[in-house]
């Protein structure tokens, strides 16, 4: 019997085709163009007014584009905001959860809002509570909870009406390093018992680096690549980057020009009296790289060896780097990427 062959190919979730977003002579989105896979772990990436906010907003409905198309669970954006409503979860970099009442009752009023009978609500709000650890805080007041108990709840919550898609806005801002890696861990066993879209932005690296499929580097409003993370990172060439900060600049260029011709060095970076070198092996190398700057002349202050990070690869496109701000105050409804003038 001839073989039926089978298109296994995944739809995808988000189509985005040339969107554009002005405020006055503000280009917050600039001409971006991507798609995002059923199930896909989606990742955003980039520094702070790179537009990443502005972007999620036009995918949540929240803004319409100047220009451009995006197509999100099989609905126009534009067009028929209501079913993509429907269809999608959101989490915003603003806590939204209402502290004068309970975690369950924050969970009960949002399944309310989309219908959810009642014997399916308390079976869903119960199974969430306790994925994210607060089935034995469900009836305290969210006032009493931690920043990292509260970015837990209002994930469960966008999730309680079982969206195709879930939206997570800079979703660990301003948390402490162990409530973001909680949230991670949650985040990564939703995506195994469900099947999820998930579409995140983020500024921290290694929040991109571990939760998501593809990421895509934004910076000004476009895209300045994208790919798996491991993907992104080779294409640096070298596999490992050497900081080498001299004690006195003046033989800077004269450094810079002799290890520029080493074999081993693929590329030099000099920002006042740093060097940062791409090189293979870069401990095996690192005697003969520090015997070349003293022969150029150079004093080295210290010394330092990393494995390349998409840090690296943002400063590799950007020739600059991604400096975690402090959480921000936002409005829910004007948001972190909007201009609060233009907000609507």
């Known amino acids: 019997m001839q073989a039926v062959a089978v298109n296994m190919q995944k739809q995808n979730s988000i189509e985005v085709s040339s969107l554009t977003k002005k405020f006055a002579d503000i280009t917050a989105v600039d001409d971006v163009s991507f798609t995002v896979a059923e199930g896909e772990f989606f990742g955003f990436l980039g520094p702070n007014g790179a ?5 999620i907003r036009i995918l ?13 669970s099989c609905c126009d954006v534009s067009k028929d905001p209501e079913n993509v409503r429907r269809r999608i979860g959101v989490v915003p970099q603003a806590m939204t959860s209402d502290m004068d009442l309970t975690g369950y009752e924050n969970m009960d009023i949002y399944g309310r809002f989309y219908s959810i ?5 308390q079976e869903k709000i119960k199974y969430l509570l306790e994925v994210v650890g607060l089935a034995n805080r469900a009836g305290d007041l969210v006032a009493t909870y931690s920043g990292g108990m509260r970015r837990r709840l209002e994930i469960a919550r966008a999730l309680v009406h079982t969206p195709e898609i879930l939206f997570l806005d800079e979703p660990t801002l301003g948390l402490d390093p162990q409530s973001r890696r909680v949230v991670w861990g949650f985040l990564e066993k939703f ?10 932005t983020t500024h921290y690296m290694e929040e991109a680096e571990s939760l998501c499929d593809r990421v895509a580097i934004i910076d000004a409003g476009k895209i300045i690549a994208l790919d798996s993370p491991e993907k992104l990172k080779a294409q640096i060439p070298g596999n490992d980057i050497i900081f080498i900060t001299l004690a006195d600049a003046s033989y800077m260029d004269a450094i810079k020009a002799a290890i520029e ?9 000099a920002q006042e009296e740093v060097l940062r070198i791409y090189v293979d092996s870069g401990a095996q190398n690192l005697a003969s790289l520090l015997e070349h700057v003293k022969a150029a002349g150079g004093t080295v202050g210290s010394v330092g060896i990393h494995q390349q990070t998409l ?5 590799h496109f950007t020739g600059k780097g991604i400096r975690e701000e402090e959480a921000k105050k936002v409005s829910f ?3 972190a990427g909007v201009p609060r003038t233009l907000g609507r």
Do not use: M, W, Y
């Open 311 to 315: 840090e690296d690869v943002f400063i």
């Open 191 to 200: 995506r195994k018992d469900i099947t999820l879209t998930v579409f995140l």
């Open 51 to 55: 537009g990443k906010t502005t972007l």
């Open 117 to 121: 009978p009642n014997k399916q609500r």
């Open 333 to 335: 409804l004007i948001g």
């Open 60 to 72: 949540t409905t929240l803004l319409k584009p100047t220009s451009g198309k995006a197509v999100v």
């Open 261 to 269: 011709k080493i074999p081993f060095v693929h590329k030099v970076q």
